[in-house]
């Protein structure tokens, strides 16, 4: 991995074998990083996204293996307790135009990644809603 920053800006170079989620908090940690957009594309060789049942209040991954492009890679930096949180969605799409995503867990790069971070003047910490069963957004 490598990366620049540009004013609020970090563009990010994540490289085959590495792991989109650990690189990210690598960069976030190193750069003090507390309130971000991110975005990205690329490609992976296995992934795990899925979807968080709202009744039963727990997640239900999806693992996928093989040939796959990332077609989105959406999400925030935040905190939870001060500390690093993020929150990121992904589709990927298979060798047949097959779409697959969701909440996502892990991801591996079987190419590159092309990752950026869009830096937010200003903190927004998380805590964990009894209700919905989820870390929502907490601004004070």
Not at 3 to 28: C, H, P, S, W
Not at 35 to 51: D, R, S
Not at 124 to 133: L, M, W, Y
């Amino acid at each position: 991995m490598d990366y620049r920053r540009f004013g609020n800006t970090i563009i990010v170079r994540m490289d085959k074998d590495e792991e989109i989620l650990a690189q990210l908090q690598t960069v976030a940690e190193k750069e003090n990083i507390k309130l971000a957009e991110i975005n990205a594309l690329g490609a992976v060789k296995e992934f795990t996204a899925g979807v968080f049942d709202t009744e039963k209040k727990v997640f239900r991954p999806n693992h996928f293996q093989g040939l796959f492009e990332i077609v989105s890679l959406h999400g925030t930096i935040s905190t939870m307790n001060g500390a690093y949180y993020a929150h990121l969605h992904m589709s990927a799409g298979n060798e047949k135009g097959e779409v697959f995503g969701g909440h996502l867990a892990r991801a591996v790069i079987s190419a590159t990644c092309e990752l950026v971070i869009r830096v937010i003047d200003g903190t927004v910490d998380r805590a964990f809603s009894e209700e919905i069963g989820l870390n929502l957004f907490k601004f004070t």
